[in-house]
């Protein structure tokens, strides 16, 4: 398993930045997705930011062009800028692995504790 965990949250004015960071310990070598979600009270939990190795990242359409992901396996990071009071949530780190023979691939994703981002209008 991967034990992930994140720092950087806070509290921003509409239109400041903030920087998530998440680095991930354990069995790091089998993680082929690393992103972050969040979830704002009374609403599901959304994607902001995936990072597959290999691949393309993909954004959430509410933060695109506002947000950057970056970073590479064991440590990932989210730029945000030009913060609003949507972007209010506990952010989440995640990480996804595969591991095993062809025939027979293992998954398991993992979830950091969360960070809360809080802005103010």
């Known amino acids: 398993q991967v034990q992930l965990m994140e720092s950087g949250g806070g509290l921003a004015q509409s239109g400041g930045s903030l920087r998530l960071s998440c680095v991930a310990s354990?069995?790091?070598?089998?993680?082929?997705?690393m992103g972050w979600y969040r979830q704002a009270p009374g609403k599901e939990r959304e994607l902001v930011a995936r990072?597959?190795?290999?691949?393309s990242v993909n954004y959430g359409d509410s933060v695109k062009g506002r947000f950057t992901i970056f970073g590479d396996n064991p440590n990932v990071y989210l730029q945000m800028n030009n913060l609003k009071p949507d972007d209010t949530a506990v952010y989440y780190c995640?990480?996804?692995?595969?591991?095993?023979?062809?025939?027979?691939?293992?998954?398991?994703?993992?979830w950091g504790q969360g960070t809360q981002v809080t802005v103010s209008s």
């Open positions: 995640y990480a996804h692995q595969t591991w095993g023979p062809v025939e027979r691939q293992y998954t398991h994703e993992s």
């Open positions: 354990g069995r790091i070598s089998s993680i082929d997705v």
């Open positions: 990072n597959p190795r290999g691949g």
